[in-house]
């Protein structure tokens, strides 16, 4: 009987041993340790998927910034300008001065330009517009009227508020200037430079004044260069007088050995 207390007491704390909380804890940590592993894969896809979003944005990124870095880049310039941002004119109230300004091609492509002005009414230019080739260049001829100022004060050496502007537009070789063509291809056109007035003093000689006068010398040349008729480059023929009289020649030979062997057979 005593044995049998043993056991069955010893049994009871075995099971008493059984029923303590430990598997409870024992599955709670093991719950806990694969909700942890869970949340730790999860936030591991979540950190992954932020590396995957953040590489897919750094992918897109070089792009971004490349093409915002091609927009505040300063457009190519195709036309060299002399003066380069100025117009001088002689100071000369009441009258019409002449300004000028040589404009070259300095790409491998014909390029057209074209004049605008904020003053059409006191301003024009000649030419207007027109198409250069390749390292071709010309003197454009600006032309301006002043007005008189209200106090009688010398605008000399301060700056006019009319203001030039010079498009370019890359064009084929066969192509001819027209007006309509930088209206047509309006998305292509490009200013290569906002040009402003300053007047010069007629009386007083100085180095712009000089080049100015250079450069309207050499743009009237130019004029009456364009104004010669073309040389005429095709074949001449020399001796016309020779060759007609030869002709002339032979055919009386002929006609006398005509009115002989007529003789001879009579």
């Known amino acids: 009987?005593?044995?049998?207390?043993?056991?069955?007491?010893s049994d009871g704390k075995i099971w008493g041993l059984c029923k303590l909380p430990f598997w409870h804890s024992t599955s709670s940590s093991v719950a806990a340790s694969s909700s942890s592993i869970a949340s730790s894969s999860s936030s591991f896809r979540q950190h992954h998927n932020g590396i995957s979003v953040d590489h897919h944005s750094n992918i897109h990124a070089p792009l971004?910034?490349?093409?915002?870095?091609?927009s505040l880049l300063p457009t190519r310039r195709k036309l060299s300008l002399d003066p380069q941002n100025k117009l001088y004119f002689p100071y000369e109230p009441g009258k019409q001065v002449k300004s000028a300004i040589r404009i070259k091609n300095i790409t491998k492509n014909h390029v057209a330009f074209k004049f605008q002005t904020t003053g059409p009414k006191s301003c024009y230019m000649r030419p207007p517009g027109g198409v250069l080739a390749p390292d071709e260049s010309l003197i454009a001829t600006v032309f301006k009227f002043v007005e008189p100022p209200d106090n009688n004060?010398?605008?000399?050496?301060k700056k006019s508020r009319v203001k030039f502007k010079v498009m370019s537009l890359k064009v084929k070789d066969d192509v001819d200037y027209v007006p309509e063509l930088f209206d047509e291809r309006r998305d292509e056109v490009a200013v290569e430079q906002v040009l402003g007035?300053?007047?010069?003093?007629?009386?007083?000689?100085?180095p712009a004044l000089e080049k100015l006068n250079r450069q309207l010398a050499e743009a009237?040349?130019?004029v009456e260069a364009r104004k010669r008729p073309p040389e005429d480059t095709g074949p001449k023929i020399v001796g016309e007088g020779l060759v007609i009289d030869e002709w002339k020649e032979r055919r009386e030979r002929y006609l006398a050995r005509q009115q002989v062997d007529g003789v001879d057979s009579v």
């Open 64 to 70: 971004k910034v490349s093409s915002v870095a091609k």
């Open 197 to 206: 007035v300053v007047f010069l003093d007629a009386e007083r000689p100085c």
């Open 220 to 222: 009237e040349a130019e």
């Open 153 to 157: 004060e010398k605008q000399v050496g």
């Open 1 to 9: 009987m005593a044995l049998a207390n043993e056991k069955s007491v």
